[in-house]
């Protein structure tokens, strides 16, 4: 019953959607946030860390994507792991995650042409220049994010995430899987995550 009505609430969000308009939004690299749920993401991002250690090089930083939250939110959190400061900026989620487009995710999928975020850990690879511009690879580690490599899941910048399509719509836009930023966010994300690091995708 409590699903049931948590379901409901949220396809009156999709309905009147433009009131998310009215809630703060934040180009956030600069703004440190503790949201609710992060310390359980926190302990399974090291869990995932530690499984996979012999590949994370750079451990200076982690990314934890917490895809619990809408999309008007923050939910791109980039941790350092010695001073625990965290920061968080928008991120959008896939088309086939979110197929109504109410700015929640409802389900992940690793199927190829899903067009679906992939939960799981990803392993920050080398940065390229594709048609997204300036762009970050990034290889799945688990069977639940095993074909993102295939899929061609990326970080890039995209000009449908940003504090104003909040504003304005109450929510970012979608992608096809990729874990796209804001375009005045993405060199922050990009330094700060470098080659070899850790990036955990999840939600509650």
């Not at 310390?39 to 012999?54: Q, V, Y």
């Not at 060199?187 to 999840?202: A, C, E, F, N």
Request: proline share 4%.
């Amino acid at each position: 019953m409590r699903y049931h009505i948590a379901m409901i609430s949220r396809r009156r969000f999709c309905i009147g959607g433009a009131l998310g308009a009215l809630l703060p939004a934040t180009s956030a690299l600069a703004r440190k946030v503790s949201p609710d749920g992060f310390d359980a993401l926190h302990e399974r991002a090291l869990k995932a860390m530690d499984r996979h250690k012999e590949i994370i090089t750079n451990r200076d930083r982690i990314g934890i994507v917490d895809f619990s939250r809408p999309s008007r939110s923050p939910r791109f959190h980039i941790l350092d792991l010695a001073s625990g400061e965290r920061q968080a900026m928008l991120v959008a989620h896939g088309k086939g995650s979110d197929p109504d487009h109410c700015g929640w995710l409802e389900r992940f999928s690793n199927v190829p042409g899903s067009e679906a975020t992939s939960e799981g850990a990803y392993l920050a690879g080398a940065l390229y220049e594709g048609k997204h511009g300036r762009s970050r690879r990034l290889a799945g580690l688990d069977a639940s994010n095993s074909n993102a490599e295939a899929r061609a899941i990326v970080i890039h910048g995209a000009w449908y995430v940003s504090p104003s399509m909040v504003r304005d719509h109450g929510k970012v836009g979608r992608s096809q899987g990729c874990l796209a930023v804001s375009r005045d966010d993405l060199d922050g994300v990009l330094t700060s995550l470098p080659q070899g690091s850790l990036i955990y995708v999840d939600k509650l």
